[in-house]
């Protein structure tokens, strides 16, 4: 093949998208004249090599930059100009050269000895490329280490030999369990300053890995090295003959990546469009691939279909398959009702999660703290729902990661292991498993206040009492009773089990309640509307496609709806969508009455 069109051929199907600057500008030293095939070849192997990004991160002074500096020194992976810029900016500051200042992106942060924010470095072994997210180790920056760890897909802890296991070593441990990182390698550095004692390391590698099995982990790796004089970096030293594992370089070759064939296909949909006769569900590809004929599933509603071909707009550009990364447009054998939001899998592999509820690692970024069963606005890919935090586990000061006294509120720059309940039932992922689907931010208001990622959601039971037909299911308590109990002088409440379904009997009338025979019952929370009619379940439609007919309406409680046209309908739920806790009342108020289909009976063994 000519040399053109090989790098023809390599900006068509990669379009450069991992190519960091740094390889840019490296291969930019190779002479077309003189050395052509030779840039094709590194051009070649930079842009379709597998690629994982991981974190280096521990205690200030424990010499994780000295680490990271010394690997890609040794590596050949810095230009000589960045090795000069460092000896220059030395002997101008009368400091000894440090291998550590070759990560600082500023001459200022140089100048005063510490990492200020998240660096990303790229260099590759003869296995595969890597990103190197450098975390600043001070108290005052951690904050910074969160939005950089928070993509890694492994993570190597540096603990400084002679000091041992310092608290915030377990803190950084700590951290990284909450951003979902499993891959997590310990180097015990600096240990030329213990003699190259194997007992300090076999202590310190007991220590940490008792302490990380309390966090459900394991160490994938403990190293011993001594990064400033480049002891076990990427070569094994006679001075570590003691120890039989990896270098660190071998370290990372032995990490592990899943490839694109066993990663899940996930498509969240965008947009729906309809051209003609075609009804098209655009999205980009988060992850996976798919083809023409494959069946897929749609959720959270369930629904499987099969891919009849990819949207194109010339007959030229039409294809049989696409991948992550690309946006696309998919036509499919059966029309449904499609929404934004919903997510698109093959049925094939592991589906979506369908959750209302479920358990996150949360930084809060709010003016405002992060309220206990306040009312957000949370938004997960391409969708959106109201969300709630229902539970706070934990509590992290993220400029010190000091545990915090568990409180209802998360303030300002912290982290916290919570619990959130959503209005409305997401399709979704457990961050491990998919980064774009498992990851979600939290509107306050109309600001961005907080994101998180999902580290363990159940999927959701089949409602034990309410409506369901097929996949759609309703969670209702229309038909339950409410009492005064004379003795007790309180209201209270006697639940139903009842679960009906498309022509099933409904009782219309009990003690405290007494319906039409023919009405309308808007679940808000579960998006759906079910449609009474002469006393029999007559239909479960999906808020999008549901429509005012002119019958009674009554909220999933029984409350009546006062909704008298479309205009209504359409303003009351537009003030739904748009509720916040302060305006619940206020929309309540204005929208329900509780006096005109129930009442409370009296009951003294209630």
Not at 226 to 253: F, M, Q, R
Not at 446 to 455: F, L
């Amino acid at each position: 093949m000519r040399l053109l069109e090989r790098i023809i051929i390599s900006f068509k199907t990669y379009q450069f998208r991992d190519l960091s600057v740094r390889r840019l500008v490296s291969l930019k030293t190779y002479q077309f004249e003189d050395q052509r095939e030779a840039f094709v070849e590194a051009l070649l192997s930079e842009i379709g090599s597998e690629k994982i990004k991981l974190v280096f991160t521990g205690h200030v002074d424990h010499g994780k930059s000295t680490v990271i500096g010394r690997l890609l020194y040794d590596t050949h992976s810095l230009t000589q100009g960045a090795i000069d810029k460092v000896k220059r900016i030395a002997a101008e500051t009368g400091q000894p050269f440090e291998y550590a200042n070759l990560l600082d992106a500023f001459e200022e942060e140089q100048r005063q000895g510490i990492t200020i924010d998240t660096t990303q470095l790229s260099f590759r072994t003869q296995k595969r490329s890597y990103v190197i997210i450098d975390a600043p180790g001070h108290v005052e920056f951690l904050k910074n280490m969160v939005s950089g760890a928070s993509d890694a897909e492994a993570a190597f802890l540096v603990i400084d030999a002679l000091r041992g296991v310092e608290e915030q070593s377990r803190r950084h441990a700590h951290m990284l369990s909450l951003l979902g990182i499993r891959q997590i390698a310990l180097i015990v550095n600096k240990m030329d300053l213990v003699g190259f004692d194997p007992s300090v390391f076999e202590r310190i590698n007991a220590e940490m890995t008792g302490f990380m099995k309390t966090l459900g982990l394991a160490p994938s790796f403990c190293l011993p090295v001594s990064a400033k004089e480049g002891l076990n970096i990427t070569e094994p030293s006679s001075e570590l003959s003691w120890y039989s594992g990896p270098t660190v370089l071998g370290a990372l070759d032995g990490l592990t990546k899943l490839s694109d064939d066993q990663i899940a296909f996930r498509l969240p949909i965008q947009d729906v469009y309809k051209f003609d006769d075609r009804r098209i569900l655009a999205g980009r590809i988060e992850s996976g691939r798919v083809s023409i004929g494959d069946e897929i599933l749609i959720s959270p509603g369930l629904k499987t279909t099969h891919v009849t071909s990819l949207a194109a707009w010339l007959d030229r550009d039409l294809k049989g398959s696409a991948q992550q990364g690309e946006s696309v447009g998919l036509i499919v054998s059966d029309e449904f009702f499609n929404r934004r939001g919903e997510i698109i899998s093959l049925a094939s592999q592991q589906a979506p999660i369908v959750a209302d509820k479920f358990r996150a690692s949360i930084f809060w970024l709010g003016k405002r703290p992060l309220t206990v069963n306040e009312r957000y606005k949370l938004k997960l890919a391409a969708s959106e729902t109201q969300a709630q935090v229902s539970e706070i586990f934990h509590i992290i000061d993220s400029s010190s990661l000091a545990p915090l006294p568990a409180e209802n509120q998360v303030r300002q720059n912290s982290v916290a292991e919570v619990e959130i309940t959503l209005q409305t039932p997401l399709a979704l992922d457990l961050f491990s498993h998919h980064k774009a689907t498992g990851r979600f931010v939290i509107v306050d208001h109309y600001d961005v206040a907080g994101g998180g990622i999902i580290t363990n959601a159940q999927g959701m039971e089949k409602t034990k009492h309410g409506f369901v037909m097929g996949q759609i299911q309703a969670r209702c308590e229309v038909f339950e009773e409410y009492y005064y109990n004379l003795s007790r002088m309180a209201v209270s409440k006697v639940e139903t089990t009842d679960l009906y379904t498309v022509g099933d009997d409904v009782p219309v009338e009990g003690r405290s309640y007494r319906y039409p025979n023919s009405f309308d019952i808007i679940v808000f929370r579960d998006d759906v509307a079910v449609r009474i009619r002469n006393c029999k379940v007559d239909d479960l439609v999906p808020l999008p496609d549901f429509s005012y007919q002119h019958y009674p309406m009554v909220n999933g409680r029984g409350f009546a709806l006062m909704v008298n046209s479309s205009r209504d309908w359409a303003e009351a739920k537009a003030d739904y969508e748009n509720l916040t806790s302060e305006k619940e009342a206020l929309w309540a108020q204005k929208w329900l009455n509780f006096n005109v289909y129930r009442f409370i009976a009296f009951g003294d063994n209630v």
